[in-house]
C-alpha cells in the first residue's frame, strides 16, 4: 500500500534573541555538554564497537577542552561492516517505502523537537559555529532534508510509463542498487553529514557511513538519534577512522554499489581512478556522487547596490567561518564603485566579533583544527610577501588557545594571483578592481580563472548587464545568485551542486539526487497471453 507523504515546509530558524526562552534553554545545553566527556564506538549492525584505536574530539576555539574520545576502525571492523549491509540490504529493500520514510520523518520530529537545543549544541561546541549557524544547519537544514527527501522520493516512484494497451499493465518498479553505498562526509556541516548517508538509505539501500575525523562527535549522535527512530540494525554503519584504510578496502569490495562523497576534489578524484580501476571486480557499475571544492566569486556591474555588494562580501566570505564549500573567496568589482564599497567595508568590520561561540555576541567561532588553520594561515602569509597583492583587512590568526582567523581581505593586481585561482576554505576573500570599460572581458576571466564551478553571484540594477553576466557565466557555478551573496541554498529551493572540479551536479536537496540511488525495472505483464504464434499476414 502507498502512502501519501504530505508537501513539507521549510523548518522556521529560531533567532536565539537575548531574553528569549530558546535562548535560555541552548545555553543550558551548551553547559550540560561542556561538562561531560564522551567514549564515542564505532556502530556496526546495530552494536557499539570499541576497537581501543582512538581519537580526541576537541572544541576548535578551545582545543585544550576534550568534548569525547572515539575509536577508530581498522580493516577487520570494515569487513564486519560490509557484512553487516549485505545482510541487512534484502529486508531493508524490501520494506515498504511509507515505512522506510517514516524513520526519517520521525528522524526530523525528533531533531526538532526533544534534540533540537542538544543538537546545537553538539555542533556548536564540536565544529565552532555560532548559533544561527548551528540552527541553520543541523537543525533546520537537516530536519528539511529528511522531510523534502521523503516527498522527492515519492515524486520518483511516481513515474510510470505514460500507456498500457488493452490486456497489458506496464510499470516502473525502483529497486535499490545491488550492493551498499559509501557515504563520506565533510566536517563543516552536519546537515551534509546527516543526509549523505540517508539519502541512499530512504531509496532502500544500506551504507557504510565514514564522518570527517573532526566531525565524529556530531555524527555519533546523528548515528543515535536515527536508532531512536526506528533505523534497523546494519542499515547505516557508523565506521569513524583513517580516510585511508576506510577507502582502500571498501572502495576495493565487490559489494560497492555507490559512494556519495563531500569533501576535497584531489580525494574525490583518488577514490574515482581507485573504483575505475576495480570496475571488472564489481557487480555493478557503482554510481558516484560528489560535490568537492569551490571558488567562489562575487562578481559586481558598475550599477550594483553598493551597500547589499558589502553585506554580501562580508557574510558570504566570512560567516561560517569561510568553511563552507560556497563562501565568497573572489570578488571581481569595478574601478568606478570600489571607494563605496570599500568604505562600507572599512565601517562593518571593526564590528565584526570572532572567538567562543558560547559568547553570543561573536559572529565568527575558529576554524576547525590545526591543519585548517596552517594552510590559511600559509594564504595570508604568501600575501605578506607578494608584490602583486597586498592585505588590506585582517591578516591576524593565533592558534593559542583555539583556532582562530581574522577575516582577512586580500587585493591584488594580478586575477591569476594564487588566492584568486586556488580554493582556501577559511574566511579569506580576495578582490580585484577591474576597469569599468572591462566589463566583458573580465566575465571571461571569472569564467576562465578557476577549475571549480560551484556558486556565483553577479551585483547590477541594470538588467541588460545582468543578463549579459548571466549568459557568460553559465557554466561557472551551479548555484548561481543575483544580488544575493553565493552561500545559502536552501532545501526544497534551490538544490545545491556544481559541476567542472566542483562535483557531479547531482543536486541534494532534489530528485535529482535520490534518482541515482535507485535502477529502474520495467515490468510489463500481459493479462491476456496469446495461445497461437502465428500472425495474422500469415494466413
Known amino acids: ?134 540552527e541553520i544547519d543541523a537543525i533546520c537544514e537537516l530536519a528539511d532534508f529528511w522531510r523534502f527527501n521523503t516527498y522527492f522520493a515519492q515524486q520518483i516512484y511516481q513515474q510510470q510509463p505514460m500507456y498500457s494497451p488493452k490486456g497489458e499493465w506496464n510499470y516502473s518498479e525502483y529497486r535499490a542498487l545491488e550492493g551498499f553505498i559509501f557515504a563520506i562526509t565533510p566536517f563543516n556541516f552536519t546537515s551534509i553529514a546527516g543526509n549523505l548517508p540517508s539519502s541512499p538509505a530512504l531509496m532502500g539501500n544500506t551504507v557504510l557511513w565514514k564522518p570527517a575525523s573532526s566531525s565524529v562527535y556530531s555524527g555519533y549522535f546523528l548515528m543515535k538519534l536515527l536508532m531512536e527512530a526506528g533505523l534497523p540494525d546494519g542499515v547505516i554503519n557508523f565506521v569513524p577512522g583513517s580516510g585511508a584504510v576506510i577507502g582502500d578496502t571498501i572502495v576495493d569490495s565487490p559489494e560497492l554499489a555507490g559512494i556519495h562523497f563531500t569533501g576535497s576534489t584531489e580525494v574525490f578524484q583518488d577514490i574515482w581512478k581507485r573504483s575505475a580501476n576495480n570496475v571488472a571486480k564489481y557487480k555493478s557499475y557503482p554510481r558516484i556522487v560528489g560535490e568537492t571544492g569551490g571558488k567562489d566569486f562575487i562578481f559586481a556591474h558598475s550599477s ?135 566589463f566583458e572581458d573580465t566575465l571571461r576571466l571569472c569564467d576562465e580563472t578557476s577549475p571549480y564551478a560551484l556558486t556565483g553571484a553577479i551585483f547590477g540594477q541594470d538588467r541588460q548587464a545582468v543578463n549579459h553576466a548571466f549568459c557568460a557565466l553559465r557554466h561557472s557555478a551551479g548555484n548561481f545568485y543575483i544580488n544575493d551573496k553565493p552561500t545559502g541554498a536552501v532545501v526544497g529551493q534551490q538544490p545545491f551542486g556544481g559541476a567542472r572540479a566542483s562535483g557531479t551536479n547531482d543536486k541534494a536537496g532534489a530528485p535529482q539526487n535520490l534518482q541515482r540511488w535507485v535502477s529502474a525495472r520495467s515490468v510489463k505483464e500481459n493479462l491476456n497471453p496469446p495461445h497461437d504464434y502465428e500472425y495474422p499476414f500469415m494466413g
Open 1 to 134: 500500500m502507498f502512502h501519501s507523504v504530505p508537501i513539507p515546509q521549510n523548518e522556521p530558524v529560531y533567532s536565539y534573541a537575548p531574553g528569549t526562552k530558546d535562548r535560555e534553554l541552548l545555553e543550558e545545553a551548551l553547559k550540560e555538554l561542556a561538562s561531560q566527556q564522551f567514549e564515542i564506538p564505532a556502530i556496526i549492525n546495530g552494536k557499539e564497537v570499541f576497537t581501543g584505536s582512538t581519537g580526541k574530539c576537541v572544541c576548535p576555539h578551545d582545543h585544550q577542552h576534550i568534548l569525547a574520545t572515539y575509536h577508530k576502525v581498522g580493516e577487520k571492523e570494515i569487513r564486519d561492516a560490509i557484512e553487516a549491509s549485505c545482510k541487512a540490504r534484502k529486508d531493508w529493500e524490501n520494506m515498504p517505502f511509507s515505512h522506510r520514510s517514516a524513520i526519517f520523518l520521525k528522524a526530523a520530529e525528533l531533531l526538532t523537537t526533544k534534540y533540537r537545543y542538544k543538537f546545537n549544541a553538539i555542533t556548536m561546541l564540536g565544529q565552532s559555529k555560532t548559533a544561527h549557524q548551528s
Open 304 to 438: 550594483s547596490d553598493v551597500r547589499a555588494l558589502a553585506v554580501a562580501a562580508l557574510r558570504g566570505a566570512f560567516e561560517f567561518q569561510g568553511q563552507k564549500c560556497s563562501a565568497a573567496s573572489r570578488m571581481y568589482i569595478p574601478e568606478s564603485i570600489y571607494d563605496e564599497w570599500w568604505k562600507h567595508m572599512q565601517e562593518m568590520l571593526p564590528t565584526v566579533k570572532m572567538g567562543d561561540i558560547t559568547d553570543f555576541t561573536n559572529f565568527m567561532g575558529a576554524v576547525i583544527d590545526q591543519s585548517s588553520f596552517n594552510n590559511i594561515k600559509g594564504y595570508i602569509d604568501h600575501a605578506k610577501a607578494a608584490k602583486d597583492a597586498e592585505i588590506i583587512a585582517g591578516g591576524g590568526y593565533d592558534d593559542s588557545k583555539g583556532y582562530f582567523i581574522e577575516p582577512t581581505i586580500i587585493k591584488t593586481t594580478n586575477p591569476h594571483y594564487k588566492s584568486m585561482e586556488e580554493e582556501i576554505f577559511g574566511p579569506v576573500l580576495t578582490v580585484y578592481v577591474y576597469k569599468d570599460e572591462d
